[in-house]
C-alpha cells in the first residue's frame, strides 16, 4: 500500500508542478491520454550495485505497462507488470489521463535502492530525488536522443554520508515527448561495486 500511495503523491506532483527548465518539462511532458495497443509496451529491468540487506540485484527482468479493463466499472485503466528475480506483481490501476507510472517506478526503486545501501532515510533520499526533477537539470544530446540528466545530491548538506549515492546521476533519454520514456538510467560513478538502476524499452 506504502508503495502505490507514494506512486500516487508523485504522479499528483508531477503532473501539476511547474518545471524550472528544459530538463524538468521533458520528464514530466503531458504523456496522457495513453493509447498502448493490444500488447502494452515493456521494459527490461537491470538494476545492480553493492551487496545489502533490502537491495535485490535484477538482471533482464521485465516490466510491462499495458491498456486493462478496471472490474469494477469496465473503464479503461493502466497496469503495470513487473517480472524479476525481485519481484511477480502487478501495480495499479492508473488512469489513462494521469502522469507516467512508468517514471515513478524507476524514481521509487532508487530511492529502495539507495536507502537499502547506505541505510538513509527513503522518505529523505524520495524528497531529494523528486526535488532535483522539480529544480530542474540540464539537456544533452546523445545517439538521437534528448538527454535530461539530474544530480540530485548535488550540494546537499548530507552528500558525505551517502557514499558513492553522493554523485547519483538520473538521465532520462526521449526523442516524441508524448510517448512513454524509452529509456532510464540511475548510476553512481564508484563503488564497490557502482550501483545502476537502467530501465530500457524493447
Given at each position: ?17 511547474a ?58 485503466v ?12 502487478k ?12 517514471l ?7 530511492s ?9 532515510s ?55 515527448p ?24 524493447k
Amino acid at each position: 500500500m506504502k508503495f502505490l500511495q507514494n506512486l500516487a503523491l508523485v504522479l499528483a506532483l508531477g503532473s501539476g508542478a511547474a518545471m524550472a527548465d528544459e530538463a524538468g518539462d521533458l520528464v514530466f511532458a503531458e504523456r496522457g491520454p495513453w493509447q498502448l495497443g493490444d500488447k502494452g509496451v515493456e521494459w527490461v529491468i537491470t538494476q545492480e550495485g553493492p551487496a545489502a540487506t533490502g537491495f535485490t540485484a535484477v538482471q533482464n527482468g521485465k516490466l510491462l505497462l499495458e491498456e486493462v479493463k478496471d472490474p469494477a466499472d469496465g473503464a479503461t485503466v493502466l497496469q503495470l507488470s513487473e517480472e524479476s528475480t525481485r519481484a511477480h506483481r502487478k501495480i495499479g490501476p492508473f488512469p489513462v489521463s494521469a502522469g507516467d507510472p512508468t517514471l515513478v517506478f524507476f524514481l521509487e526503486n532508487t530511492s529502495r535502492d539507495m536507502a537499502a545501501i547506505t541505510g538513509g532515510s527513503p522518505f529523505y533520499i524520495r524528497n531529494r530525488l523528486k526535488d532535483a526533477l522539480f529544480r530542474g537539470g540540464k539537456v544533452l544530446e546523445e545517439d538521437g536522443f534528448k538527454v535530461a540528466e539530474f544530480t540530485p545530491f548535488a550540494g546537499d548538506p548530507n552528500a558525505d554520508r551517502m557514499g558513492a549515492f553522493k554523485d547519483l546521476t538520473l538521465r532520462f533519454y526521449l526523442k516524441d515527448p508524448s510517448q512513454p520514456i524509452p529509456r532510464m538510467v540511475a548510476q553512481t560513478p564508484g563503488g564497490e561495486p557502482p550501483y545502476r538502476n537502467e530501465l530500457v524499452m524493447k
